[in-house]
């Protein structure tokens, strides 16, 4: 057979040799790191038994060890702060494919869901339009986006790997990949219950029109109405587009452009924090007045680097991350604490008011986003907090002296190391 390439449905190549020679050897290795990490965790952990002589998933335990072994911090329930599209239904279609994080997989996720999507090149997400304001970051290629105004104004831009856009609910809008090799993007809806499959789709309106209504709505005959979609297109494959010069110009030109900037290119922004310990964005409404629902923090945290323990006054945190190994740990009241470890592709969740901090737990830059519904980002830093109160009071709180309570760092510093 050689090294033959299968395609796929969106012209993504692997060898099949090779995917199954060296995947069987990595896998096994993986899972014999995993039981030597658990059977470590066991020797060494809190309680005086933690074995788990019953049936055991491997794999699972290797990805998550403090849900194996928690840390003795832990305490009482705090429901589920973790989820992975991995794990998540994938609908596939010949143009792409698309699955989903919603309250129904993450459920105290009350106000935020996910979605992943990828498009090939040339395909589109259909026009179409949804009850909640779509957020989204390109996680991989570039893609070309539109959104129409109420005023007939339009919004036609290309967007790359970091980039953001915002679409306000009810906004018809559309999305399709461009070359090589089409996009990935991942989006944030300002509805817990949000479901992809819930939008309002342009094929399937046109099915449920009576004929005669659309040939005086559109001023077509009969012949050109019965070339319409029969059926959900969703999502499609399509010819590349034209430039995009030639595509503004193709809709009116400057007479029709939008005022308003949907797209904000974040790898263009200096970072809002930085230091040893990595690295914070912070995208709002203050820097990208679209965006009124949703507020993010784009977070690399250096090896060893910590999110400072903080919480959000102003809702719950929705997270997604990108790449690495990090580790949080939830405070919820009353005393009550959970532990989770994350990965590339994973969602995770902290309740509004929660205090949380964050871990790069590996050997190189973990990445993730912290996403509230919110028109902005806003948090406090317990470190802040107790240096702006007099020295006796947070003795008397913590039990420190004077010279310890002096070492607490005075600024907000968001990352740390």
Partial sequence: MG??????????????????????????????????Q?????????????????????????ENPSTDNPPRTDH?????????????HKRVQHGGWTRQVTQRELPLSKDVAGVNMRLGAGSFRELHWHTAGEWAMMLYGTARITVLNPDGTVFIDDVGKDDLWFFPAGYPHSIQGLGPDGCEFLLVFDEGMFSEE??????????????????????????????????????????????????????GGPSVQSTVNYAFK?????????????????????????????????????????????????????QYYIAGKGRMTVFGAPGRGRTQDFSAND??????????????TGDADLVFLELIRSDKFVDFSLNNWLSHLPPEMVEAHLNLDQAEISKIPTEKLVIMK
């Fill in 198 to 251: 819930d939008t309002f789709l342009l094929s399937e309106w046109v099915q449920r029109i009576p004929h005669d209504v659309m040939e005086k709505n559109f001023g077509l005959g009969a012949d050109a109405i019965a070339k319409l979609p029969t059926e959900q297109m969703f999502i499609f494959p399509a010819a590349l587009p034209r430039s995009l010069a030639e595509d503004k110009a193709a809709v």
């Fill in 347 to 360: 969602v995770g969740f902290v309740p509004s008011m929660s205090g949380h901090y964050i871990e790069n």
């Fill in 266 to 318: 974040m790898k263009d922004m200096a970072p809002t924090k930085a230091n040893a310990g990595g690295e914070v964005r912070i995208v709002d409404s203050r820097n990208f007045p679209p965006s009124t629902t949703i507020a993010a923090g784009f977070v690399t945290l250096k090896p060893g680097g910590l999110r400072e323990l903080h919480w959000h006054p102003n809702g719950s945190e929705w």
């Fill in 38 to 62: 658990t059977a470590q965790g066991q020797q060494k952990g809190n309680y005086p038994l933690v074995s788990d002589p019953g049936p055991s998933d491997v794999w699972q335990l290797a």
């Fill in 76 to 88: 009482g329930d705090l429901g589920s702060i973790w989820y992975s599209f991995n794990l998540a």
């Fill in 3 to 36: 090294n033959t390439k299968d395609e796929g449905p969106f012209g993504l190549g692997w060898s099949r040799r090779n995917f199954l020679g060296a995947g069987s050897t990595v896998l096994a290795a993986a899972a014999l790191a995993g039981i030597s």
